[in-house]
């Protein structure tokens, strides 16, 4: 595929941890910023791990949209295999709001963030932020978009947006709870229960079409539901033969990766720094470039709509 609309690489300063002050979580939150050398007015992504993951995990993504102008905050959420927060801890039932109040913990602190990298201050375009996660991720990122966890009982949900955020990449994404769910996941995991009716920011929305996961009772096509239940403004990026990992995302070295495909990680890459740059620059024409460069390949490895 053509990546003619993609500038050159740039060397990026990555450092960790930068510790945010956290009081009432227990802990203070760790973060990791990686950031390029060069460029000023540097739009922001803040990025959500999946479950057990932690501010080390997704260098393929975040390497490489620091590497192409910006600037990457990882989070490490409690529920990280680094913190081994155990199951009785008072903590655990709201771990998932404890994963979005982190996000904007770090939105609140940027001032804190951007003093902790050499050379990064005054270099933050605060005006043009994106929220990204993947998996369980993909849900704590949703929430600041606009998605709700809804209560069982009577169907509504917090409004958890926050309007500091300008646009979204949803990777392999859980849909909907209820009846969608396997019994296990109804009994332990009762905040996955998502409503998208209110997630208005958009967004990009990425599955795999062989996500088969173990909480659900549907196919695959459970991870479209935030593109297909969400209100206008958002695109579907379909990865042919891909699982949970997406090809491989979590690491360059990941052992639980059962669908290595680093062509697809590569057209990955490319495709969310397209989208994001065109939804945080109106003017940018890299996610139209992009899609018509998918669009022409004779195999392609996915599809967009």
């Known amino acids: 595929m053509s990546m003619s609309y993609i500038s050159a690489p740039t060397p990026v300063v990555s450092v960790k941890p930068v510790v945010l002050p956290a009081p009432g979580r227990g802990e203070d939150l760790r973060v990791r910023v990686s950031a390029p050398t060069i460029g000023r007015e540097l739009p922001i992504i803040v990025f959500s791990h999946g479950f057990g993951w932690s501010l080390d995990g997704y260098g393929p993504l975040a390497d490489f949209w620091a590497a192409h102008g910006f600037v990457v905050i990882q989070p490490t959420h409690l529920d990280s295999r680094t913190l081994n927060v155990p199951p009785d801890d008072p903590r655990t039932p709201l771990i998932w709001r404890f994963r979005v109040e982190d996000m904007k913990r770090v939105l609140d602190r940027l001032d804190l963030v951007e003093a902790a990298v050499p050379g990064l201050g005054g270099r933050l375009d605060r005006s043009r932020i994106a929220a990204a996660g993947h998996s369980w991720g993909g849900q704590t990122a949703s929430m600041l978009l606009g998605a709700r966890v809804l209560d069982p009982a009577d169907g509504t949900g917090e409004d958890l947006s926050d309007a500091r955020i300008k646009a979204g990449v949803l990777l392999a994404t859980p849909g909907l709870g209820g009846a969608d769910l396997t019994p296990f996941a109804v009994e332990h995991l009762p905040f996955m229960n998502p409503g998208f009716a209110d997630m208005t920011t958009p967004a990009l929305v990425v599955a795999g079409d062989r996500d088969q996961s173990a909480l659900t009772v549907r196919g695959p096509d459970w991870f479209t539901d935030p593109f297909f239940l969400s209100p206008g403004g958002k695109n579907l990026l379909t990865l042919f033969g891909a699982e949970h990992s ?51 390949e004779p195999e392609p490895l996915g599809r967009i709509e």
């Open 246 to 296: 997406l090809g491989g995302i979590p690491g360059y070295e990941v052992k639980e990766t059962t669908d290595e495909n680093p062509e697809q990680v590569a057209l990955l890459q490319h495709l969310t720094w397209a989208y994001l740059r065109s939804a945080l620059y109106p003017e940018d024409p890299s996610w139209p470039a992009a899609r018509s460069a998918l669009k022409q």
